[in-house]
């Protein structure tokens, strides 16, 4: 028999933790499941455990992870760890990859919490290794400890940034320089939303606490800084850059880069969940009512997978998905829901207050992509570079789904996820078009690439219900 | 605009039929509600195979496969053909005494592609194949082609020379009036004395509508893709006693089918996936090629296809009123047979005969007392 559970949470972050917890503690039967070995999600990765011998490296966040997690452990949720997702279907059978075997599950309702992924923007390049994503760095960081010997590179955009920054000074990483592609009209544009942002001036604060830490410690900070190239032959020698209107080089063997955070669609797409092109976060999310209900029948979405909202946003979203599941399995009323709510919802509205500054504010320059090289690979698992994108759309191609068969671009082993956003936005800029009517990459399970032995071992026979 | 054939379906046949009809001067206009190549043309597993044919469609396969070789004289592109060969492989003396027999009769028709091959030559050609297979049946001028660039060769083909595509159209419903078929679109009327049906999944629609009903089911057989890996096989690998077709591409990626069905839903055009099916597939694929235990599948996919009762095509006129012709259903496995049932269309069209034997696929085949009526299964590719 394939087990059943009545609410299946998928992803240990602040979302997903909160979620289960409040739910099992509501007397509903919950199963949680992450890939990732621990729980902690993103921000409190390893939280239970952090392999660094000085927690602070990581900030005062941290802590809230780890009662987080202790609430989690307590409340009774089943928890499977090492479990990743690779299919979801209308039914609410869910496709899990469980320590290596494969199974099925069912579950009454589910709660997607599976959080964000580091927005990737091509340039010259950023196939080279000794090029990295912040965020893969910061992994290396908090679950190994590991910190790279000699100085790095900073660049990007956003907030992530500050704070990965911070966290390599204190591990006594030296950093090269950390190139600010922000563009410099951002703070002008960002202004009108200050007043609202302003309520929330704890987030704000960090953020300036964090740029006297970077300042303080004499990194070497460029603003403005544009047409971003890593160069070397078999991996990257150098970082070449404009800035104050000259061209710049800096020798490094480690440039981490990071535009801010986008949710993770193609767990929701592949539902086909209904998504919207989110014009001042610049990425696809899931359309969602209050309490993170989709248009397909028992799913919710909570957390940065539903839209960028921060830990704290992600953790109230959590809960009130688990409200209103507990609501529609019987355990409580439309009142009682309503009445636990309110100071959940209150939280969350301050919380993301804060969003549409920030938003602005750290907006990656459209030029990253409009003016993206002909000869820059878009695509890296099928090397696809944005010259052939163009030439495809000048060929009649009007969207990415068809962009596949002309181009095979989005078809590799990433899905998508590497391509995807960039691609919708190439191709709406090539047309003329909102991204909005060109429409994104249809998503077709396995989520994530299934070992064929792993899917051959796969006979629908689960355990029983946990 | 006056038009001469109006072609419901942008799909393989659709533009096939196009592209021969504007070589023989007509003004074609091709209606399609989605894009061209969008459904089972674009996605199919791209085997080009006359191995194991039907003996109805032997002539029509035959006929098509030298079009095949020399695909890009017909429409300025390769295709992506590879002349790969395609092979069937016997697991047991029982499977390779059906195959040496199916091998006789398509001696004693007068066709020689077919050859019985013994294990040594079956390890020299598959080598990567586990070792308890004992023989196989070897077309060796088979192959494989990409799906998505040949329609789209073919479409561009047709369009240089002047066949109108009319995309994200939906032909409602067709009529003749006044000499002429009228075709409802949700953009409009287009009237032409020829209509022609080359409506894949949904053609039983158009058939039904102009009093030619057929028993006809949608299926969506089903395909997945490995990541990449080295080069280890060249020909396309079917199974005697299996559901399987199994090919290496340029690019190292594996693409397994072999007909294993998921769930089709033509009036939305959507497909879904059976994981339970598929691993079924995997276990195929596991138990014959030990190379492939390692491999990641990365991708899985299936296309709506029209699968007639006794599993081959409609090819040929309406038994009504005149100037219909239809060309659908081509029960997964259509796509190699595509450059050659455009030619036999347009023949239909243009000289009312064809040079090809296309009784067996008289759409009233069925108005006749029914014989066996098989269930759909077994081998796409
Ligand atoms: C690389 C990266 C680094 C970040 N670092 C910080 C930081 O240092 N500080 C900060 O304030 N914010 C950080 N953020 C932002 C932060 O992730 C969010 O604000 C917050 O973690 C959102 O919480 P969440 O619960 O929505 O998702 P997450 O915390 O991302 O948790 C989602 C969990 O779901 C799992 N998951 C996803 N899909 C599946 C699947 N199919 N099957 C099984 N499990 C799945 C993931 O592995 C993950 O464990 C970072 C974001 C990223 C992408
Ligand atoms: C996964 C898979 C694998 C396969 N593998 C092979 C293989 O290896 N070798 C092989 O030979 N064959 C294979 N086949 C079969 C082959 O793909 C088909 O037989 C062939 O492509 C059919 O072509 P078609 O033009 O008739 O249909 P389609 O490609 O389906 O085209 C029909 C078109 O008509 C359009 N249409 C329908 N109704 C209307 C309407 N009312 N108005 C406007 N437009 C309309 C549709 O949108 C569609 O685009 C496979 C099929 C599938 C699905």
């Known amino acids: ?466 | 605009m006056n038009l001469d054939a109006v072609v419901v379906g942008g799909g393989l046949h659709g533009c096939s039929a196009a592209l021969q009809l504007a070589l023989r001067k007509l003004r074609c206009l091709v209606i399609e509600k989605d894009t061209v190549g969008r459904h089972a043309s674009g996605v199919n597993a791209g085997g080009v195979r006359r191995l194991d044919r039907d003996p109805a469609e032997i002539p029509l396969s035959v006929a098509a496969m030298e079009m095949w070789w020399a695909i890009a004289e017909l429409v300025g592109d390769d295709c992506g053909f590879r002349l790969s060969g395609q092979i069937k492989i016997a697991q047991n003396e029982t499977e390779l005494a059906v195959l040496e027999e199916r091998a006789r009769l398509v001696r004693s028709l007068g066709y020689e592609h077919e050859e019985p091959v013994g294990a040594n030559e079956l390890f020299r050609l598959v080598p990567a194949l586990s070792r308890h297979c004992v023989g196989g049946l070897v077309a060796r001028e088979d192959g494989f082609a990409q799906p998505y660039q040949t329609t789209k060769a073919f479409r561009d083909k047709a369009a240089s020379l002047g066949v109108r595509f009319l995309e994200g159209t939906r032909v409602l419903g067709v009529e003749r009036k006044a000499g002429d078929w009228i075709a409802e679109t949700d953009r409009g009327r287009f009237a032409a004395p020829v209509l022609v049906n080359c409506a894949g999944g949904w053609g039983d629609a158009i058939a039904a509508a102009t009093g030619d009903p057929v028993p006809f089911e949608v299926v969506a057989p089903m395909m997945m893709v490995s990541a990449r890996l080295p080069p280890f096989l060249t020909p396309v690998v079917g199974a005697a006693g299996r559901k399987l077709s199994f090919k290496q591409m340029d690019n190292g990626t594996v693409v397994i089918g072999g007909g294993h069905f998921g769930g089709a839903d033509a009036e939305a055009g959507t497909t879904s996936l059976d994981f339970r099916a598929l691993a079924e597939s995997a276990r195929t694929v596991a138990e014959l090629f030990p190379i492939m235990r390692g491999a990641s599948i990365v991708r899985c996919w299936a296309g709506l296809e029209g699968f007639v009762a006794d599993g081959l095509p409609v090819i040929g006129p309406g038994t009504g009123e005149p100037g219909i012709y239809h060309a659908f259903g081509f029960s997964t496995h259509g796509f190699q047979l595509g450059p050659a049932v455009g030619r036999i269309v347009a023949d239909l069209v243009t000289r009312g005969e064809s040079d090809l034997p296309i009784e067996p696929f008289r759409i009233d085949r069925f108005a006749k007392p029914p014989s066996a009526v098989p269930h759909p299964s077994a081998g796409s590719g």
């Open chain 1, 1 to 466: 028999m394939t087990a059943r559970h009545e609410l299946a949470v998928i992803g240990a972050g602040p979302a997903g933790l909160a979620a289960a917890a409040t739910a099992a503690e509501l007397g509903l039967k919950v199963a949680l499941f992450d890939d990732q070995p621990a729980p902690g999600g993103q921000i409190y990765r390893g939280v239970e455990r952090t392999p660094l011998a000085d927690p602070a490296v990581l900030g005062d966040d941290y802590r809230r992870g780890a009662d987080l997690a202790e609430a989690f452990r307590a409340s009774g949720a089943a928890y499977h760890p090492s479990c990743g997702v690779w299919l979801l279907t209308p039914e609410r059978e869910l496709g899990l990859l469980d320590n290596g075997q494969a199974r099925f599950v069912t579950a009454g309702r589910v709660i997607i919490a599976g959080g964000a992924m580091e927005r990737p923007v091509p340039f010259p390049g950023w196939t080279l290794p000794g090029v990295m994503t912040a965020g893969a760095g910061q992994i290396l960081l908090k679950s190994a400890g590991m910190v790279p010997g000699k100085g790095v590179v900073l660049a990007g955009t956003g907030p992530l940034l500050l704070l990965l920054a911070a966290q390599y000074l204190r591990a006594g990483v030296q950093i090269a320089a950390l190139l600010d592609m922000t563009p410099p009209s951002n703070a002008l544009r960002a202004l009108p939303h200050l007043p609202a942002a302003l309520s929330a001036f704890g987030t704000l604060a960090k953020g300036l606490a964090l740029k006297r830490e970077i300042h303080r410690a004499g990194v070497r900070v460029v603003k403005g800084v544009t047409s971003l190239r890593a160069l070397g032959e078999a991996r990257l020698e150098a970082v070449a850059y404009e800035a104050g209107g000259r061209e710049q080089r800096l020798d490094s063997e480690l440039l981490l880069v990071h535009f801010g955070v986008i949710p993770e669609s193609n767990t929701t797409r592949s539902l086909g969940i209904r998504h919207l092109w989110d014009s001042r976060q610049l990425c696809w999310r899931p359309v969602a009512d209050a309490w993170g209900n989709t248009g397909a029948e028992g799913f919710a979405v909570a957390g940065d997978g539903a839209g960028i909202g921060g830990a704290l946003a992600a953790e109230y979203a959590g809960r009130l998905a688990a409200l209103e599941a507990a609501r529609a399995l019987g355990r409580i009323d439309a009142a009682e829901r309503d009445r636990s709510a309110a100071p959940v919802r209150a939280a969350l509205a301050k919380e993301r207050r804060v969003r549409p500054f920030l938003d602005v504010l750290f907006q990656p320059a459209p030029e990253l992509i409009s003016q993206l090289a002909d000869d820059t690979v878009v695509c890296r698992c099928e090397e696809v570079t944005a010259g052939q994108i163009r030439e495809a759309v000048g060929q009649g191609c009007t969207g990415p789904n068809q962009l596949k068969s002309f181009t095979r671009c989005g078809m590799g082993p990433c899905q998508g996820r590497q391509c995807g956003t960039t691609v919708s936005q190439l191709i709406g800029h090539t047309l003329g078009r909102p991204v909005e009517e060109i429409g994104a990459y249809r998503i077709r399970p396995p989520l994530k690439p299934i070992g064929l032995t792993q899917l051959a071992a796969l006979d629908g026979e689960g355990e029983a219900a946990a």
